[in-house]
């Protein structure tokens, strides 16, 4: 066991700062309030918090667009107030990561801005992706690839002698030009912005689009250049996972390694990783790369015992030998919530879809390595599915022509207390709007109400990091699968903690006699009813 490498089976909440909490009344969650919530994620057992990007930014994708990567937009708060957070975290024992958005910045950094007002070939427009186009007089993009949001990865600018003049490379939106990492300058000023936070406390980053930063040299063609657009997946072999980006990752693992030496503090590397196959994603926890790459086919696995199986197997295999650990996430800011994707998509999430979620979520928490909750997750959110078009912000949206709602019916304000909007998300006024209106039906997740009620999600929660954290077999360490009937995943952790989760609708006889250590939900001794989880210790 590697007890004293805090991230190895750590619990982190990714906050995601607009729709958290909002101190003051303008309907957008900031810092100062991520600052006032965090008792409450002390008292849920959360190991840290991921911080979703609070940069000045225009937000084009709220945040993921950053404008200037050393601080603060006015309207999360200032670096004051950031201090002051990091301060209050690190009293209570919650270690902070920050989003760090390597792969693009914002149209309107200062650098981006440069880049337009000088003429093609200088040093200016060298940190990004300027290409001529191709076609009588340049008119068509440089090649053929398409961007993930919709839409071509080439925009064409306007030359300060007011002529049409080149393109430039963006694989999510306009407003979202790429770095171009075969430029030092970009390299450097990277280093910067790291030893930046690291100097300010943080315990480590988040890495946005880690199988990024460079593209193929001479930019060719792409067999098919409509994928990362149909799946919303990095799969451009030209344009994602260069062998060159390990090379950033290893110059950045000895930046957190220098800053270790000095005080002895961990500091972490989580990669937002999609690579094609197992193989690939392994490559980028290798002991000197990042510590850590997010797991995603658990959160792409349909609600199937063999499905889940299958994906745990091949996550176990996968990390097997590379010195790290799996990272978990059932839900994050990108995904339709688990209540919703595992029920029927009723408004309020039906029963089933809870039961199901709340299965996944003990599953998940047995599992060996370390795990993300995504804020509401511990209260059971269901998907908010049925926002009206003219509130819609997510960019997917806009450059799909209105075709597809993805990504904002999850990341409505969270509901904190009372039975209307704004439910104590914001303090403001009566009558504040949160950003993205809260159906009625948050009342009856409200944080107040889930406190208050032993039965309810956030207990669960709070129950299995309990447990987690007191019991050596669970966290790290190794996974014993158990032969059980059809429909029925067992593992046994250690010695002897069994987790069962049975993904039928019908009963089925327990592994274990006796009385559950917990469960998802209503388990007599003996017996797994449908849609649950529990955790035994076996005592025979
Ligand atoms: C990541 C983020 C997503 C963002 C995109 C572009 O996938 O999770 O929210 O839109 O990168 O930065």
């Given at each position: 066991m590697n007890r004293h490498h805090w991230w190895r089976d750590a619990v982190i909440y990714q906050v995601y700062v607009r729709s958290f909490l909002d101190s003051t009344g303008d309907g957008i969650g900031d810092l100062a309030g991520v600052r006032a919530g965090l008792p409450?994620?002390?008292?849920?057992?959360?190991?840290?918090?991921?911080?979703?990007?609070?940069?000045?930014?225009?937000?084009?994708?709220?945040?993921?667009?950053?404008?200037?990567?050393?601080d603060v937009d006015p309207v999360f708060g200032d670096l004051t107030e950031f201090d002051l957070l990091v301060g209050a975290a690190r009293r209570l024992g919650i270690k902070v990561l920050l989003d760090i958005v390597p792969n693009h910045c914002s149209s309107e950094h200062p650098w981006f801005r440069e880049a337009l007002a000088a003429p093609p070939g200088s040093p200016e427009r060298a940190r990004f992706h300027f290409a001529d186009g191709r076609g009588a007089d340049g008119a068509e993009p440089p090649n053929n690839w398409h961007?993930?949001?919709?839409?071509?990865?080439?925009?064409?600018?306007?030359?300060?002698?007011?002529?049409?003049?080149?393109?430039?490379?963006?694989?999510?939106?306009?407003?979202?030009?790429?770095?171009?990492?075969?430029?030092?300058?970009?390299?450097?000023?990277?280093?910067?912005?790291?030893?930046?936070?690291?100097?300010?406390?943080?315990?480590?980053?988040?890495?946005?689009?880690?199988?990024?930063l460079f593209k193929h040299p001479e930019l060719p063609d792409s067999p098919d250049p409509q994928a990362d657009a149909r799946t919303r997946d990095s799969v451009n072999p030209l344009a994602w996972n260069q062998p060159e980006v390990h090379d950033v990752w290893r110059h950045w693992r000895a930046v957190c390694e220098e800053y270790t030496a000095r005080d002895g503090r961990e500091r972490l590397l989580v990669g937002e990783v999609s690579v094609p196959t197992a193989r690939e994603h392994a490559r980028y926890v290798r002991p000197d790369e990042l510590h850590q790459a997010f797991f995603f086919d658990l959160l792409g696995a349909p609600w199937d015992a063999d499905a889940f199986r299958k994906v745990i197997s091949e996550a176990m295999q996968d990390i097997a030998g590379t010195g790290s650990t799996v990272t978990w996430v059932l839900n994050n800011h990108d995904q339709v919530r688990t209540v919703t994707r595992y029920g029927e998509p009723t408004p309020q999430g039906s029963g089933l879809g809870t039961a199901r979620a709340r299965a996944a979520a003990l599953l998940m928490l047995a599992l060996p390595g370390a795990a993300y909750i995504?804020?509401?997750?511990?209260?059971?959110?269901?998907?908010?599915?049925?926002?009206?078009?003219?509130?819609?912000?997510?960019?997917?949206?806009?450059?799909?022509?209105?075709r597809e709602r993805i990504r904002d019916g999850c990341r409505v304000p969270l509901p904190w207390s009372g039975q209307t909007s704004p439910f104590g998300f914001t303090s403001g006024a009566e009558g504040a709007k949160p950003w993205l209106p809260q159906p009625e039906w948050f009342a009856e997740h409200a944080t107040d109400r889930a406190l208050a009620d032993t039965r309810s999600f956030w207990h669960l929660y709070r129950d299995g990091l309990q447990l987690r954290a007191a019991l050596p077999q669970l966290g790290e360490g190794s996974l014993r699968p158990l032969d059980t009937q059809p429909g029925v995943l067992a593992f046994v952790r250690g010695d002897d903690?069994?987790?069962?989760?049975?993904?039928?609708?019908?009963?089925?006889?327990?592994?274990?006699?006796?009385?559950p250590l917990l469960a998802s939900g209503p388990c007599p001794p003996g017996v797994l009813p449908g849609s649950t989880a529990a955790w035994w210790i076996d005592g025979s």
């Open positions: 409450y994620l002390k008292k849920l057992g959360v190991d840290g918090i991921w911080l979703s990007p609070f940069y000045p930014s225009p937000q084009h994708d709220h945040g993921y667009d950053v404008a200037d990567y050393c961007a993930m949001f919709g839409g071509p990865a080439w925009t064409r600018v306007t030359e300060p002698d007011g002529r049409p003049g080149q393109w430039y490379l963006h694989m999510f939106t306009p407003e979202q030009p790429d770095w171009n990492w075969r430029e030092p300058q970009v390299a450097a000023e990277f280093d910067r912005i790291l030893r930046f936070w690291l100097d300010r406390g943080v315990d480590g980053f988040r890495i946005d689009v880690a199988a990024g995504y804020q509401g997750e511990e209260l059971g959110l269901p998907e908010v599915v049925d926002l009206p078009d003219d509130v819609l912000t997510d960019p997917i949206f806009r450059r799909t022509g209105s903690l069994v987790c069962a989760v049975n993904f039928g609708t019908a009963p089925v006889p327990a592994p274990v006699p006796g009385t």
